[in-house]
């Protein structure tokens, strides 16, 4: 059997009498004990039922007032308040532990008035970096069949038809301003998917246009290094390009002016040309900054019957008049 402590702080002494024919109306089968304090009266009781149904009965007798779960730091008047708890050691008929024994309290306290909730009608949605405006604009309406009175929404959802004299949406004739708002809501939804189709298909077309050019130089530079072209691989450089090469963490080359880096391609010692790179698929934009993962394919041989694969990366910064300014390969 699984016991119930039950215990019912009345603290105004006026109420006593009242909570006593409730207790005596539930027909509990069980001693009830009645304490009187100075400013309260202590009621507790033990059975093997809960007795939700005093709540009930307590709130049909108090109309006004509301059962919370936790205190209102003095803000409120407590007028009652009732415990209910069971041992952590308590079991079922079988010998069970129960899950989650009761030990809780709810205080008994005046109801706030109800108050509408005020909001904005100015929604702001987030396409990426940007910000869209959209608004629910609500009217009163009434239902000249009925004379049902209510709320309209106007059908302007879009920053675009803010002015003039928009349409109702004749959807339905809401109760509450809140009911509209929430159907304004569902319906920006609507409409804010739509236009970010659109806003993702001209953004896209925006990035390829300006990914253009920064692609062909890359591409034309890679072909210079395969073919050993000088022409391609000097045709876009600055005249302060900045070049590195750097393996395992470590920087091995470090070239600062266009004339050392002619000088560095012109060697014999030069370690970038004819690897037959192949840009693999992803590139990495971050405005000037460019970077693209390559693929050198390594032919067979006598010594070497299987053709290996090594990747390496490269980075290039890219100035103002599309010149590559900087490259960085970590091979």
């Known amino acids: ?22 207790l005596v109306g539930e027909s509990i089968d069980t001693p009830i004990i009645i304490v009187e304090y100075e400013d309260n009266f202590l009621i507790s009781l033990s059975s093997d039922y809960e007795h939700w149904e005093l709540d009930l009965a307590i709130l049909n007798l108090f109309p006004a007032y509301q059962f919370v779960t936790q205190g209102n730091n003095g803000r409120k008047e407590i007028r009652l308040e009732i415990t209910r708890y069971q041992s952590e050691f308590s079991t079922t008929d079988c010998g069970s532990p129960i899950e989650n024994p009761l030990n809780e309290t709810k205080y008994l306290v005046k109801a706030s008035p109800s108050r509408p909730v005020r909001f904005s009608p100015l929604i702001e949605v987030l396409f990426g970096k940007d910000t869209r405006s959209y608004y629910v604009n609500i009217v009163a309406g009434k239902n000249t069949a009925t004379g049902e009175q209510g709320f309209l929404l106007l059908d302007n959802f879009s920053e675009k038809n803010q002015n003039g004299n928009p349409p109702i949406l004749k959807d339905k004739l809401y109760s509450s301003p809140q009911d509209a708002f929430h159907r304004g809501i569902d319906k920006i939804e609507d409409i804010a998917k739509e236009d970010f189709l659109n806003y993702f298909e001209v953004k896209k077309k925006e990035r390829r246009e300006f990914e253009k050019i920064p692609r062909k130089i890359i591409r034309n530079f890679i072909k210079g290094c395969n073919s050993k072209d000088h022409g391609l691989i000097f045709k876009n450089v600055s005249k302060n390009i900045v070049f ?13 002016n266009i004339q050392d880096f002619r000088n560095y391609f012109e060697s014999p010692d030069e370690e970038i040309c004819q690897k037959e790179f192949k840009i693999r698929t992803k590139w990495y934009f971050d405005n000037s900054d460019v970077a693209i993962n ?5 032919a067979k041989s006598t010594d070497r019957p299987k053709t290996t694969i090594n990747f390496s990366r490269m980075a290039f910064t890219l100035n103002d008049v599309n010149e590559i300014s900087k490259i960085k390969w970590i091979k």
């Open 1 to 22: 059997m699984i016991e119930t402590a039950i215990s019912i702080s009345v603290n105004r002494k006026s109420d006593i009498e009242l909570i006593k024919d409730i």
């Open 244 to 256: 590195e090469i750097s393996s395992n963490w470590k920087t091995e080359t470090v070239i600062n």
């Open 294 to 298: 390559l693929a050198c394919y390594t």
